[in-house]
């Protein structure tokens, strides 16, 4: 009996551990949309950095996307296909871009620093590695923003 209990704890431990992943997903997805968005429509002077930085995020955020889907396979759940409702504001101005690049940004590390705390508990490196790359990379990415901002 107490087995049983113990099984279903660990399976509930895991669908909300899955549940966090693909929250992760859906933002990382809704960032692929919100740089590409702002790479293509950034003006300026600013266009000759920021349509290349814009669009260097969004790859970032492709290749994040593929290392939490992967984690989602790997623990047998389902990925989301959808990307974070969460607008995305359409702007010309490129400090309003940026902004909500920080926000993003922001967002994104709290987002795999939950899961981080999570994957504490649960005993497998690979993925804990692999999830606190990408923290370490959101991370770097607010602090370059926020320094852009600046
Ligand atoms: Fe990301």
């Known amino acids: ?43 300026g002077i600013h266009r000759l950095q920021l349509s290349g930085h814009f669009t260097t995020e969004a790859t970032e955020s492709i290749g994040h996307a593929n290392i939490v889907r992967s984690a989602i396979v790997k623990l047998g759940g389902v990925a989301t296909t959808e990307r974070n409702i969460h607008p995305i504001v359409h702007t010309l101005d490129f400090l309003e871009m940026l902004k909500h690049a920080y926000e993003t940004e922001k967002l994104a590390a709290t987002i795999y620093g939950e899961i981080l705390n999570a994957l504490d508990h649960y005993d497998d490196r690979e993925l804990y590695d692999s999830i606190e790359t990408i923290y370490f990379a959101e991370l770097r990415s607010v602090e370059e923003v926020r320094m852009l901002l600046n």
């Open 1 to 43: 009996m107490i087995k049983i209990f113990s099984i279903l704890k660990e399976k509930m431990k895991e669908n909300q551990l899955i549940k966090q992943l693909n929250n992760a997903l859906s933002w990382e997805l809704r960032a692929i949309h919100l740089y590409s968005h702002y790479s293509a429509y950034v003006q």
